[in-house]
Nanobody, 124 residues
Framework: QVQLVESGGGLVQAGGSLRLSCVAS????????MGWFRQAPGKEREFVAV????????YYADSVKGRFTISRDNAKNMVYLQMNSLKPEDTAVYYC?????????????????WGQGTQVTVSS
C-alpha cells in the first residue's frame, strides 16, 4: 500500500501562486509515477500533471501547460505542484495520486493510490 497526504492548498487571488506538496509512505517511492488530478464542483475529476518514475519525464494538461510545474524529490518521498498565474477556473480540490504500472496518464483508472485532496480556491 501507498499512503499519500497532500498539503499547501488555500485561497489565492487570480495571478497568484501556490505550491502543493504530497508526501508518500509505504512503498519504494521511486518505483511509482506520481500525478495530480483536480475536481471542481459539479465537474468530473480531471488530469493535471504527472511525473514518471526515476526518469522524471513530465506531462501536463493543456489547460495548465506553461503555468504549472510538477517535480519530485525521491530522497524525501515528496512530489510537488508549483502553480503560477492562477485563474479562477483552477479552483478545485487537488488530489495526489500514484501508479506503478499505469501508462495512460490522463486516465484516473491508471492510478491505484489517492490522497484525500486539498482545496485550492482562486478568487477573481
Amino acid at each position: 500500500q501507498v499512503q499519500l497526504v497532500e498539503s499547501g492548498g488555500g485561497l489565492v487571488q487570480a495571478g497568484g501562486s501556490l505550491r502543493l506538496s504530497c508526501v508518500a509512505s509505504g512503498r519504494t517511492f521511486s518505483n511509482y509515477a506520481m500525478g495530480w488530478f483536480r475536481q471542481a464542483p459539479g465537474k468530473e475529476r480531471e488530469f493535471v500533471a504527472v511525473i514518471r518514475r526515476s526518469v522524471g519525464d513530465t506531462y501536463y494538461a493543456d489547460s495548465v501547460k506553461g503555468r504549472f510545474t510538477i517535480s519530485r524529490d525521491n530522497a524525501k518521498n515528496m512530489v510537488y505542484l508549483q502553480m503560477n498565474s492562477l485563474k479562477p477556473e483552477d479552483t478545485a480540490v487537488y488530489y495526489c495520486t500514484a501508479t506503478r504500472y499505469g501508462s495512460v496518464w490522463k486516465d484516473e483508472n491508471s492510478y491505484g493510490y489517492w490522497g484525500q485532496g486539498t482545496q485550492v480556491t482562486v478568487s477573481s
